[in-house]
């Protein structure tokens, strides 16, 4: 009888150990999620840094075009060639890393390049990612949700067209045949410079959508974890 009662008190212990390492095991995972995790602001790890880098390095060999058609005296001509690719890679970098400022170091990490060729696009890109990021701060608290992602890719791009027109129209000095040219490029007639716009907005929201859902196939498909 006394040997009856000890077999069952043993396996009763062996059932508790093995209860209490599931539940340990189980609650750090689900901390981990950006879902079941309350926390806004999060540490960024190596391997958050080397992604954004990776979407960063996509953004600038795609965008290679920029001196061709940045010379082409249009508004927003730059921003609708660019605007599918720089807001596609974005998405797919703030889908995979969800913590507020992914967006601006994926901005930093394009203006080390940008700073040699332009730096006003430097400080604008800059300014604008900061924007983007405090909307989608004070509209989502934060990258949980798709639509932020969504949000942020689409307004990120299109908001340099009005401080590029603020600083050509009021700060750039017009001389020679580049200050002509420069001139064209502000002075078009304003349905011009609000066709160019819209039509850069609708081309940044095509290039966001894409990024979804191109990260949620990745993310299927097992190549891209949460």
Do not use: H
Request: aromatic share 10%.
């Amino acid at each position: 009888m006394e040997e009856k009662n000890n077999a069952v008190t043993e396996r009763n212990a062996a059932q508790e150990l093995i209860e209490n390492a599931a539940v340990d095991t189980a609650e750090p995972a689900r901390a981990d999620t950006p879902e079941n995790d309350g926390k806004i602001f999060r540490r960024y790890k190596i391997k958050d840094i080397v992604f954004l880098a990776i979407m960063s390095a996509c953004m600038l060999v795609t965008g290679a075009i920029m001196p061709l058609v940045g010379q082409i005296p249009l508004f927003g001509i730059i921003q609708l060639c660019l605007g599918l690719q720089f807001s596609i890679f974005p998405v797919i970098g703030m889908m995979k890393v969800r913590k507020p400022g992914a967006l601006v170091f994926m901005s930093l990490c394009c203006g080390v390049v940008l700073v040699f060729m332009n730096p006003i696009m430097f400080v604008c890109s800059l300014l604008c990612a900061l924007i983007a990021e405090g909307l989608v701060l004070a509209l989502f608290r934060g990258y949980r949700k798709n639509g932020a992602c969504l949000f942020a890719g689409t307004v990120y791009f299109p908001l340099t067209l009005p401080f590029l027109y603020v600083y050509y129209r009021f700060l750039y000095s017009w001389t020679g045949e580049e200050g002509q040219a420069v001139n064209a490029f502000v002075g078009a007639e304003p349905g011009v410079a609000i066709g160019m716009s819209a039509a850069v907005l609708a081309v940044c929201f095509v290039g966001a959508l894409l990024g979804v859902v191109i990260s949620r196939e990745l993310r299927k498909s097992g190549v891209m974890k949460k």
